[in-house]
T-cell receptor, first 112, second 114 residues
Framework: SQQGEEDPQALSIQEGENATMNCSYK?????LQWYRQNSGRGLVHLIL?????REKHSGRLRVTLDTSKKSSSLLITASRAADTASYFC????????????FGKGTTLSVSS | KAGVTQTPRYLIKTRGQQVTLSCSPI?????VSWYQQTPGQGLQFLFE???????NKGNFPGRFSGRQFSNSRSEMNVSTLELGDSALYLC?????????????FGPGTRLTVL
């Protein structure tokens, strides 16, 4: 079953604009991670935020985590055409023997 | 360091056949996980291995199996292929003993079942 659900499913913006994607999850987590996937290729890790952290930055990326609302957001500032990809959140729960569980992703399209 | 490699990159099989996919993790990584990605179900966890031991298994039928070798390379096997097994199969390796931290993904094997 899906633990994380991204919103929106698809997002189209112009270069230079900011893109915000949201992820909601159901059970308590150890950490939440964001990955990017370019069309039909492997996933690239973007950022990991632990359950005791509220915000992390990496370059043009900003991730927030609200464990009380069981939600996270990924903000990409000053988007570029090269940011066009699918973005997935993945959660690791506190249940023993579980693996990363991915959401269905947000497809971001950045046009020049 | 070389990244995660997967072979073959593309496969076409017919229903009823079996297939073996291979994954070589990043040097020094001992944890390997497998995922199936389809348009309908998204990314679904198949297995996780560490030091040749299966640590975790997803909700897939017994036709899906895997193993890890002493050099951390891993293989997965799907027997009696069904049309629904057509998917991108992704392998990921991790430095951590359990897959809670960053996972490094290979490019995937695209399996088409006819």
């Amino acid at each position: 079953s899906q633990q994380g659900e991204e919103d929106p499913q698809a997002l189209s913006i112009q270069e230079g604009e900011n893109a915000t994607m949201n992820c909601s999850y159901k059970t308590s987590i150890n950490n939440l991670q964001w990955y990017r996937q370019n069309s039909g290729r492997g996933l690239v890790h973007l950022i990991l935020i632990r359950s005791n952290e509220r915000e992390k930055h990496s370059g043009r990326l900003r991730v927030t985590l609200d464990t009380s609302k069981k939600s996270s957001s990924l903000l990409i500032t000053a988007s570029r055409a090269a940011d066009t990809a699918s973005y997935f959140c993945a959660t690791h729960t506190n249940q023993a023997g579980t693996a990363l569980i991915f959401g269905k992703g947000t497809t971001l399209s950045v046009s020049s | 360091k070389a990244g995660v490699t997967q072979t073959p990159r593309y496969l076409i099989k017919t229903r009823g056949q079996q297939v073996t996919l291979s994954c070589s993790p990043i040097s020094g990584h001992r944890s390997v996980s497998w995922y199936q990605q389809t348009p309908g179900q998204g990314l679904q966890f198949l297995f996780e291995y560490f030091s040749e031991t299966q640590r975790n298994k997803g909700n897939f039928p017994g036709r899906f199996s895997g193993r890890q070798f002493s050099n951390s390379r891993s293989e997965m096997n799907v027997s009696t292929l069904e049309l629904g097994d057509s998917a991108l199969y992704l392998c990921a390796s991790s430095l951590a003993e359990i897959s809670t931290d960053t996972q490094y993904f290979g490019p995937g094997t695209r399996l088409t079942v006819l």
